[in-house]
């Protein structure tokens, strides 16, 4: 049972071995941010790496290239150790949803599938993706419900945890189903890295995308990253043939030949400044450890679905989250009829940020590197005063350009 008092938040932060952690980010006020998983906090360590950066363009102009060039190697190899992948098994570049289309048009050519498929209430941007080359190759596209049947033929895009629901599936299982029926999976790890154990080489997952800037902490647009595994590498072709994906990149006269390893996986030149925030985010998510991230993600969304049965069930709100931890990533999605309002009257009347995902869903990340047991009490303490009040009311009804 979890303690629902004021001291009893402030105990478990007092037992919490990843306390300490807060201190390493930037806190410019004292706003609650329950927004993690859509954009992490800045790391000091990440902050003094780009200011050193700049310093280093313009001292050393093109002359820096030699020590810049590796950076998604440098970068994809820190954020293997998080998702439990080997050494090169991983590369950092571009966004996730360019190396997504990057995979499914590899794992389309290599292996002929005859149907694409992913969830309907996956992230729209992967279903995009499917949808625009289901088009173009003449492939069936197949939204899936609940039930996801894995088949021989079928191309399956995944995520390990859902962006809006929070659900955590058991990506092993899925994996064995899959290897099993002949099915190929390309997993989403977005929501997934840096909040719940990923164990991508144990599960023989062959292929994953994800993205840097949740709970990685990597910054605004900083570049995603893709898993292929290590002895898949040399069978599959990246779709954009570019000069930072050729064998010998500097040997401009000859044709296009694809590197060996993952490096072929890269397009173009890569973002420097970018790679180096999504460095420092995985080496101090790896330094922190997932085990104890995922149980401190346990502890405070268990603190959460106490403190939303005792105090806001009353109040028309239902928990669209699995309660079984197990089956729950780091974040919580309390669904209520008017939760644009409660997002808007949360952001301005109460300092508390959280986000809203539609149609009813006020989404509340408590990345587990700096969110306090206190952090989501006052939280909840706040949004139940609030909607008591009927304050959200006076908020307009219609969402805005940016939810
Ligand atoms: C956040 C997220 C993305 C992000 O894609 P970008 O190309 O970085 O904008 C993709 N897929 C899922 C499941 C996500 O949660």
Redesign the pocket.
């Known amino acids: 049972m979890v303690g629902l008092t004021r001291a009893d938040a402030e105990a478990a932060d007092a037992a919490d071995p990843l306390a300490p952690f807060r201190d390493r980010f930037v806190h410019a006020d004292d706003r609650i941010y329950l927004d993690g998983n859509s954009l992490g906090r800045l790391p000091l360590a990440t902050r003094d790496r780009l200011q050193a950066l700049a310093a280093e363009w313009g001292e050393q102009l093109v002359g820096g290239w030699p020590a810049w060039i590796d950076a998604p190697v440098t970068a994809g190899d820190a954020i293997a150790a998080v998702i439990g992948a080997r050494p090169g098994e991983v590369i950092a570049c571009d ?4 190396n997504l289309y990057k995979l499914v048009c590899a794992a389309i050519a290599a292996r002929s599938p005859r149907v694409l498929v992913a969830e309907r209430h ?2 729209p ?2 279903r995009y993706v499917l949808e625009g080359l289901a088009a173009r190759e003449e492939l069936e596209l197949r939204l899936a419900g609940a039930e996801l049947e894995l088949r021989r033929g079928e191309l399956v895009v995944l ?1 390990q945890v859902n ?1 809006r629901s929070g659900e955590l599936r058991d990506l092993a299982a899925v994996q064995a189903r899959a290897d099993a029926a002949g099915a190929t999976v390309i997993w ?1 790890l ?2 997934a890295a840096g909040a719940v154990p990923v164990g991508l080489h144990a599960a023989g997952a062959e292929l994953a995308v994800g ?1 840097t800037y ?1 709970y990685l902490n990597a910054g605004p647009g900083a570049p ?1 990253y893709l898993y292929v595994r290590e002895d898949l590498q040399d069978t599959l072709r990246s779709p954009i043939q570019g000069w930072f994906g050729q064998a010998d990149q500097f040997a401009m006269e000859r044709d296009y030949a694809p590197h060996a390893g993952i490096r072929r996986f890269l397009a173009g030149t890569p973002p420097v400044m970018g790679l180096a925030a999504v460095e420092e985010g995985a080496r101090l998510t790896a330094e922190a450890g997932v085990a104890a991230l995922h149980a401190k993600a346990i502890a405070l969304t268990e603190r959460m679905i106490a403190l939303h049965d005792a105090w806001l069930a009353p109040l028309g709100f239902t928990v669209g989250t699995p309660r079984d931890p197990a089956l729950r990533g780091s974040h919580v999605a309390l669904r209520h009829p008017e939760a644009w309002q409660i997002t808007r009257a949360l952001i301005e009347r109460a300092s508390v940020i959280p986000d809203f995902r539609g149609p009813d869903s006020v989404r509340l990340g408590v990345a587990p590197l700096y969110t306090r047991h206190v952090d989501v009490h006052d939280a909840l303490q706040r949004l139940r005063e609030l909607v008591a009040l009927g304050a959200h009311r006076e908020f307009d009804a219609t969402p805005g350009r940016v939810t």
């Open positions: 966004s996730t949803t360019v996956e992230f941007t992967d995520s962006y989403d977005s929501h993205c949740k995603g």
